[in-house]
């Protein structure tokens, strides 16, 4: 995917991204309407699996439109990944499939 708005990103990188699935944009919707969201968080709003929420958050990392922050559970016990929308990159993408289909 490309960096921001440097480039806009092909029909097939946009694509990618959404992969067509429901679950995928629920996902995506539920990052973007928080500052940071943790996995739990997205499976509590999207009614996902644990294997699933994290499948469609992997992709969308992967797709460059999230980003994620590792950090310390605050009572130690183990570590926290909080999740956040790269809204440049997601309107990059809206803008791509927007010029296919109007």
Known sequence: MPDGLNEAPSLEEA?????????????????????????????ASTGLSRNAAGHHLSALLEAGAIRQRRTTHSRGAGSVIYWSADVDVIHAIRDTLSSHLT
């Open 15 to 43: 694509c990618a991204v959404v992969s067509g699935t429901p679950a995928r944009i629920r996902v995506l919707r539920v990052v973007m309407d928080s500052t940071e969201v943790t996995a739990n968080e997205v499976m």
